[in-house]
């Protein structure tokens, strides 16, 4: 199957910092997703991307979808303590296609804001 | 609306006892999907039903098996637990309308295989 790759893996920073993160894939998709994790929660959809060169925001929080369609990036501008969490990139399981909605998951990368 | 919703919570295990993790969504959705999060792995699919009354095997489906009871519920089954199995276990289901394509995640059962 397909495989993401996310980094860093964790980070440390002090409120109010920006943060940069990003998913790499061997494979082309059409599809980029970022989730957030809260602390003892399921992961909720943050942004959603489809197309090459896309670049979306939601708030702080602004993804773009790599020109090459094998990466994709999501920074969070002027961060908080709720920002806490694991951010994980999530992608169609088959390239080129969703087949039954089926994703494929970056491992993760774990947030920690200190106020 | 209660989304997607999953019991248990929390549940400890003996090796070789078994169990089921209950899902259901209530965003008549028709398709679902169970899966597992260790650390440093992300979340693996381990089954999913594309719609009622079908089911098919994700990447990690060895030990497990599941049922679509009906539209709403999606049960994973441990016949015979084993401590690689301890992990966090997520439900989900697919919402696809327009142009937007993705799941929505219940809360997760945290299973402890001692």
């Known amino acids: 199957g397909q495989q993401l790759n996310q980094s860093p893996q964790s980070m440390f920073i002090q409120e109010g910092e920006d943060v940069s993160m990003n998913c790499t894939s061997s494979?082309?998709?059409?599809?980029w997703l970022w989730y957030k994790q809260d602390p003892g929660e399921g992961p909720v959809l943050l942004i959603a991307?489809?197309?090459?060169?896309e670049l979306t925001s939601n708030g702080r929080l602004t993804a773009q979808f790599g020109i090459t369609r094998k990466d994709s990036f999501l920074n969070i501008s002027a961060s908080i303590p709720s920002d806490v969490g694991i951010y994980f990139c999530?992608?169609?399981?088959?390239?080129?296609?969703?087949?039954?909605?089926?994703?494929?998951f970056g491992q993760g990368t774990i947030l920690t804001v200190h106020p | 609306n209660a989304g997607v919703t999953q019991t248990p919570k929390f549940q400890v295990l003996k090796t070789g006892q078994s169990m089921t993790l209950q899902c259901a969504q209530d965003?008549?959705?028709?398709?679902m999907y169970w899966y597992r999060q260790d650390p440093g792995m992300g979340l693996r699919l381990i089954y999913y039903?594309?719609?009622?009354?079908?089911?098919d095997k994700g990447e990690v489906p060895n030990g497990y098996n599941v049922s679509r009871l009906n539209k709403r519920e999606f049960s994973l089954r441990l016949e015979s637990a084993a401590p690689s199995q301890t992990s966090v276990y997520f439900c989900a289901s697919r919402y696809l309308a327009d142009s937007l394509d993705t799941q929505y995640f219940g809360p997760g059962t945290r299973l402890t295989v001692l």
């Open positions: 039903s594309a719609s009622e009354g079908t089911t």
């Open positions: 494979s082309i998709f059409n599809t």
């Open positions: 965003m008549n959705h028709n398709s």
């Open positions: 999530a992608g169609p399981a088959n390239a080129g296609g969703t087949s039954y909605g089926k994703l494929t």
């Open positions: 991307l489809y197309k090459a060169g």
